[in-house]
């Protein structure tokens, strides 16, 4: 990358889509160690083998967290002024990089939740033709943002 060359955006996927369904999972389990704590004094046999299972669900739900974690951290996504850049990877990397004057067209797709949560995929086509998306960049937070950047690059 020459000293020209200017970093217009990075980020990693939206977090809450690799996070939001272990947190709910904890605060379950949590609630669950909360109760057993609470049935403890009339009948300590029952609490303790809530406790038990409860202690064991959330050690096993943190060690998903964890994974979770990395899974998350291994993605990254980097839009320079002539490039687009997604890295892959924690020990081996997997970089892709797409030149802007390369882009034919890009697509942004947006779901339901997407739109509650302001994110989206964007696919990037090289060809001439629909087949398929050289790359998408997936679970991009503030998509509006990130789509008028990729709009200026290739207005450029």
């Given amino acids: 990358m ?15 889509k690799y996070f939001g369904h272990v947190l709910v999972l904890v605060i379950i389990d949590i609630i669950g160690i909360v109760i057993a704590f609470a049935i403890g004094p009339t009948n300590p046999t029952l609490a303790f083998g809530l406790l038990v ?15 979770q974690l ?3 951290k291994s993605i990254k996504y980097e839009i320079w002024d002539d490039q687009i850049v997604i890295i892959k990877g924690i020990i ?16 942004v797709k947006i779901s339901l939740s997407d739109r509650i949560w302001g994110t989206g995929d964007i696919q990037i ?17 503030n998509i509006k943002k990130v789509e008028e950047i ?3 690059i290739l207005n450029a």
Avoid at 53 to 67: D, S
């Fill in 70 to 72: 990395f899974k998350w």
């Fill in 2 to 16: 020459s000293d020209k060359e200017k970093l217009l955006w990075s980020d990693n996927p939206f977090w809450l």
């Fill in 125 to 141: 086509y090289t060809g001439e033709e629909e087949q398929e998306a050289e790359a998408t960049i997936k679970d991009v937070s």
């Fill in 92 to 107: 081996n990397k997997d970089k892709t990089i797409i030149l802007a004057d390369k882009i034919e067209f890009y697509k």
């Fill in 53 to 67: 299972t409860f202690g064991i669900i959330l050690l096993a739900l943190c060690v998903w967290l964890i994974i």
């Fill in 150 to 152: 990729i709009k200026n």
